[in-house]
């Protein structure tokens, strides 16, 4: 046989035999590989000298000091979104009375028509629960009225204390409207007024806000204010979805407590001794996952070795970044 034609009868065999298998399956990808967990580095050790106290809290309450500390740090923001929420802003009858919504900071109204309608619509029913009907009148009378928002579902006091926000079960929320509210008062020439304990319960009928607001009201018809003052809450369809993280060290602690810089602050100044837990009723034990907001954090940890180390460790955007992306462990590089 000649070479030519078995050459291309061998061809043909290959391609015929060829025709029979299946495309080669493509590569499995890659399982995805799961960050790295970050590490927070210790801060430098402080100076041998402490700074001087930001505010004075010798001789005051535990309350009185914390509202005292928050109204320093609260002044000391130059955040304008910040100092809104301590300042009651002037506006017309027909805004507060009629659309209320207008009141809310951009970044807090809806884009989409249906949202935005149902929103106008739940602060409309707020303002009339929050100002008695007496009050509305003496606004719609008068033309104009200054107003104090609230900040909407709760006091962020990881945003200006560097304090996560379920710390201490969250007790700190309401000093810091406290704080707050006697900036608002002291811009207005008026001394402090304190808020009723359950100032944020969103499961009333908004009388508490309502007796604040006619608190104020009568001191505006004894002649103790020019303008009619109210407090306004526009909170509505509030969820809190808190992420929580690990901490751990290299090698792994036998104990770790930790405290954020707030309340070291308070503590250095009310307590003999800010390190120890049983003067400064702050610090918390890690046991399990916590949640971290960015700021400053004293710690105490022990090792099985024998080895215990006190400083502090600072939160920062980088890390916080990676927690709210889903990051579920942070390695402390304190030893």
């Not at 001191?219 to 979805?241: F, K, M, N, P, Q």
């Amino acid at each position: 046989m000649p070479r030519a034609p078995f050459a291309l009868i061998l061809v043909l065999v290959a391609a015929v035999a060829g025709c029979d298998r299946e495309a080669p399956k493509p590569p499995p990808a890659p399982a995805p590989v799961k960050a790295a967990a970050p590490h927070v580095k210790e801060a430098p050790p402080q100076a041998e000298e402490p700074p001087p106290p930001p505010v004075d809290l010798a001789g005051l309450d535990e309350d009185a000091a914390l509202v005292a500390l928050m109204k320093h740090e609260v002044t000391a923001d130059d955040d304008p979104d910040q100092q809104a929420l301590a300042r009651f802003a002037a506006t017309d009858a027909d805004t507060l009375l009629a659309k209320p919504s207008d009141l809310l900071p951009d970044y807090l109204k809806p884009t989409d028509a249906a949202a935005a309608a149902e929103l106008a619509q739940s602060s409309l029913q707020l303002v009339e629960q929050q100002v008695p009907a007496d009050i509305r009148n003496a606004i719609r009378a008068g033309g104009k009225v200054k107003v104090l928002m609230a900040e909407g579902c709760g006091a962020d006091v990881g945003t200006v204390l560097g304090v996560p926000n379920d710390y201490d079960e969250g007790s700190a929320q309401q000093y810091l409207d406290q704080a707050r509210f006697d900036l608002a008062l002291e811009r207005e020439k008026m001394k402090s007024m304190a808020l009723p304990a359950d100032f944020r319960d969103m499961e009333g009928d908004q009388e508490a806000i309502a007796a604040v607001n006619r608190q104020l009201f009568d001191l505006h018809r004894s002649g103790r204010t020019t303008d009619i003052l109210v407090v306004i809450d526009l909170s509505a369809g509030c969820a809190t979805e808190d992420r929580q993280v690990t901490l751990v060290t290299d090698p792994p602690f036998e104990s770790l407590r930790i405290l954020p810089a707030f309340y070291f602050t308070v503590c250095s100044q009310r307590a003999e001794d800010a390190w120890a837990p049983e003067l400064c009723r702050w610090w918390e034990g890690v046991t399990q996952p916590l949640t971290m907001d960015q700021g400053t954090y004293y710690y105490v940890a022990k090792w099985p070795d024998g080895l215990e180390k006190r400083g502090r460790f600072v939160i920062d955007d980088l890390v916080t970044e990676a927690i709210e992306e889903g990051q579920d462990t942070l390695t402390l590089d304190i030893r």
